[in-house]
């Protein structure tokens, strides 16, 4: 997570796609927020925008 946040943080995201990567990434909390998602969902799926372009990043078990 902390590898995944470090080159997400370096985007040039709106401060609201910001907060939002913060929370779900980043912030206090964020193995077990995202290993809940990946529980129920079978995997965790961030999508957000980067300068026009929509991008997609995908956590799930190998």
């Not at 943080?9 to 206090?28: I, K, N, S, Y």
């Amino acid at each position: 997570m902390a590898a995944l946040w470090a080159l997400l943080a370096t985007l040039p995201l709106p401060r609201e796609q910001h907060a939002a990567l913060d929370f779900f990434v980043g912030g206090a909390g964020a193995v077990q927020r995202v290993q809940d998602f990946i529980d129920r969902d079978g995997a965790f799926v961030l999508r957000f925008t980067v300068q026009g372009r929509d991008l997609t990043a995908l956590l799930a078990p190998a």
